[in-house]
């Protein structure tokens, strides 16, 4: 076995994330050490898991090779085997996996999330990532050693309905949907008994997750059942003269002049014409990236950084894992976070810190 780096046997050193944040005692003339962020990073297939580990992740997020996981596309995810052997490799290196089994069973066909269940359980996982109520009640029946967390796909984001489901089915933890400013987020943390988890970096959608139907309507493949958001088999990119026009599923989304970037069409992120006035509904398609806010999170009893980007390929992944790593393990030591550290990855060459500072228009 490998030995551990530097970071990583840093990582081991901190305390259980049971209790809130708090300073660790020091020695004279140095900076108190709080317990750091975890950092939440994805893995789209055996190598970027590899990849997210080395460079420095908590966690790793995978899903299976079918539409039990909302990243559902040709050419990512895992099969069971090789979940087994990423997750040995992750526990050898001081790293958890976490295994998003989070669309929803279709109607009467519940076998293959039950036996994603089973596989997750069997390879060794460290929790599991679900949001349909009848999946977590399976989970909790028949496989109650196995951690439960809440995706951000159940859309849940207040105290009334995270209470619910820990209640009802053990959840240890919710991923907060992208709408909530820091302020709620530190309310909500006063009054719920289960770890926070908030994404940090990559994709910002701005629909209510777990509520988006426009996928659906215009492809017919829904992000919450099969797995796909704008799937690339719907997507056209046409040039008409002097502009280029991004469509989906027939539907125009965008149009861009020449040598304007053309982003990717998801129908959240289209420019609308409104009293004659064309302009994005919510903001412009840019990167969320909390780095600026990474000690108000902390304040805010945030217990994880979900780093999004599992259609993404290794270099991605290990280059926004460093970058993390560096940032969260300062904002730990009270030192300032370098905030610039990934502006060349981000869509548009652009960032936003998207409802957590509540810009939207």
Not at 131 to 159: E, I
Request: charged content about 20%.
């Amino acid at each position: 076995m490998m030995p551990p780096s530097p970071a990583l046997a840093r990582r081991r050193t901190v305390p259980p994330r049971a209790a809130p944040a708090t300073a660790d005692a020091a020695a004279p003339g140095t900076a108190a050490m709080v317990r750091p962020l975890e950092l939440v990073c994805p893995a789209g297939n055996p190598a970027a898991l590899r990849t997210a580990v080395d460079a420095g992740a908590d966690v790793v997020y995978v899903g299976f090779r079918d539409e039990t996981n909302a990243r559902n596309f040709p050419g990512l995810n895992f099969s069971p085997q090789e979940l087994a052997t990423g997750i040995a490799y992750a526990h050898q290196r001081g790293t958890q996996v976490y295994v998003a089994i989070n669309t929803y069973p279709a109607a009467g066909n519940p076998g293959p999330w039950h036996r994603a269940l089973g596989a997750a359980e069997q390879a060794g996982a460290d929790a599991v990532i679900l949001a349909d109520l009848g999946l977590l009640d399976h989970a909790a029946r028949r496989h109650p050693t196995m951690r439960r967390h809440l995706s951000v796909q159940a859309s849940a984001s207040n105290p009334a309905a995270i209470r619910f489901y820990h209640e009802m089915f053990g959840v240890r933890r919710v991923v907060l949907p992208r709408v909530l400013t820091i302020d709620e987020i530190a309310r909500l943390n006063t009054q719920i008994p289960v770890e926070t988890e908030v994404f940090a970096f990559g994709g910002l959608c701005v629909m209510a997750e777990g509520r988006c139907m426009l996928s659906s309507y215009v492809t017919g493949q829904s992000p919450n059942i099969n797995g796909v958001c704008s799937p690339a088999d719907c997507v056209r990119y046409d040039q008409e003269e002097t502009r280029l026009v991004t469509r989906l599923g027939g539907f125009t989304i965008n149009t861009f002049a020449d040598g304007e970037p053309a982003g990717y069409p998801t129908l959240c992120k289209g420019r609308f014409k409104l009293n004659g006035r064309a302009s994005y509904v919510f903001e412009e398609p840019v990167s969320l990236n909390v780095l600026p806010m990474l000690g108000a999170l902390m304040a805010a009893r945030v217990t994880a950084l979900k780093i999004e980007g599992r259609q993404r390929g290794r270099a991605y992944v290990g280059r926004v894992v460093q970058a993390f790593r560096r940032a969260v393990d300062a904002a730990a030591r009270g030192q300032p976070v370098p905030e610039d550290l990934l502006a060349d990855v981000t869509e548009g060459a652009r960032m936003t810190a998207g409802a957590l500072s509540r810009s939207w228009k």
